[in-house]
């Protein structure tokens, strides 16, 4: 590192030297005549280097801190060194950064975020984060010795609190489900939103006391409600549950949800006419349309599946129904032709599949007196001879009446040709 001229005994320095690595050099100088003999001395040189600011300070490691959202305070302190000697390391936020994920880069954020202390590095948040909008954030850290300048980014983590409730888009929901549908058939699962992360935000569920839940379950897990009976819309038409939803934070949040399950008609009820047979008595010879009987029938179903249409599947009788179960004369009733008439009366409802009943009728008729006596043998004509005695028969007429009891009984008399009282009849 050094060189002597050995004229003048000028010390030179030959190359550079650096504090850092050698901050002192020891070394004898030798001083000699040229007399004969030659006489010389040592004399030891000690020279001291002084430092100088030729080196940048450096970050003692790579910093990175965390701190929970909705909080300030300290967040950690940055060390710096510096291989100088009595150098100043000043502390300064040169910038800093929040990650953006819908552009996917960081984007700067006001400088009244964080706070450095010039002089000891420690790094202070000022002002409350939100997790849920941005949960890492850069802060750039400039550290300087007044000369040099170095720079590092410093990490930021937010960590989660449980400050968002599981919650439901709609805060109640109409179901609609038909009856008769078969055990642990699913009836409706809830779509859940909770910011949070972990298990502050994993939702657990069960079924509130506010509303009865008896005969269905839920999935703690899924939330996903099912069926543990079989459904009757006679028996119930409407059920309201109330789903109550909670994370597993500390303390845990919850909301509720309630649901009406309204239950829909399906065509499993038979129409029911109130008797199994009718009796009914009737004379001949009604009107064509006259209305004879009105009948009902009840069906526990609802809508097209609790409609229905009365119908006569003989088309020989003289008899018609509307479909509303009115029953009326169609055609002629001669009580000489058929003095009653048994057949069924059906009625079916209008559903898919229909379901069809019936009851039997049994209709007699009651004669009336519509038919004339009518003589046997006519035209007649009888010869007698003269001097015939008195109380002598001469003839004896018939007749026949199609018409029964009463209205069938005739008698005979001599209406003409008689004047003279010659002739009796019986």
């Not at 060390?79 to 953006?100: G, K």
């Not at 990490?155 to 409730?165: A, E, I, Q, Y």
């Amino acid at each position: 590192f050094f060189s002597i001229n050995d004229t003048t005994g000028v010390i030179e320095l030959k190359d550079n030297i650096d504090f850092e690595n050698t901050n002192s050099f020891t070394f004898n100088v030798i001083a000699t005549d040229s007399g004969v003999p030659m006489l010389s001395s040592t004399s030891m040189v000690r020279i001291t280097v002084l430092d100088s600011n030729d080196n940048p300070p450096y970050f003692t490691q790579l910093f990175s801190f965390s701190i929970l959202e909705n909080t300030v305070g300290f967040l950690g302190s940055v060390t710096a060194d510096d291989v100088d000697n009595n150098t100043v390391i000043v502390y300064s936020i040169s910038a800093a950064f929040v990650y953006d994920e819908t552009a996917d880069s960081y984007q700067v954020v006001a400088s009244s975020v964080f706070f450095i202390d010039a002089t000891n590095g420690a790094l202070t948040l000022l002002q409350q984060l939100d997790r849920e909008s941005a949960d890492t954030f850069l802060v750039e850290i400039t550290i300087t010795d007044s000369q040099h300048y170095t720079s590092a980014n410093i990490t930021v983590s937010v960590r989660d609190l449980n400050d968002n409730t599981p919650t439901t888009e709609f805060p109640s929901y109409t179901i609609q489900i038909y009856e008769g549908n078969t055990l642990l058939n699913s009836v409706f699962t809830p779509v859940v939103t909770d910011y949070d992360i972990d298990l502050n935000g994993v939702s657990i569920f069960k079924f509130s006391s506010r509303f009865p839940s008896d005969g269905f379950v839920i999935n703690a897990s899924t939330g996903e409600v099912l069926l543990d009976f079989v459904l009757d819309r006679e028996i119930e038409d409407l059920y309201t549950i109330e789903i109550e939803i909670t994370d597993r934070g500390t303390p845990a949040l919850s909301s509720y949800t309630v649901l009406h399950i309204q239950v829909l008609d399906v065509n499993d009820n038979i129409p029911i006419i109130p008797e199994p047979s009718y009796q009914l008595n009737l004379v001949e010879n009604l009107p064509f349309g006259l209305q004879i009987e009105t009948f009902n029938t009840t069906d526990d179903d609802i809508d097209v599946n609790g409609e229905f249409e009365f119908f006569l599947n003989d088309s020989t009788l003289p008899f018609e129904v509307f479909e509303n179960g009115i029953l009326y004369v169609d055609d002629v009733i001669d009580f000489e032709t058929f003095q009653v008439f048994i057949f069924a009366l059906f009625v079916r409802d209008l559903g898919s599949p229909s379901f069809t009943t019936s009851t039997q009728l049994t209709i007699r008729i009651s004669d009336t007196n519509d038919n004339t006596p009518v003589f046997d043998n006519t035209p007649l004509s009888v010869s007698i001879s003269e001097h015939t005695p008195a109380q002598y028969t001469v003839f004896k007429l018939t007749a026949t009446d199609k018409d029964s009891t009463s209205n069938a009984e005739y008698y005979f008399a001599i209406n003409q040709g008689n004047s003279e009282l010659k002739f009796s009849i019986h």
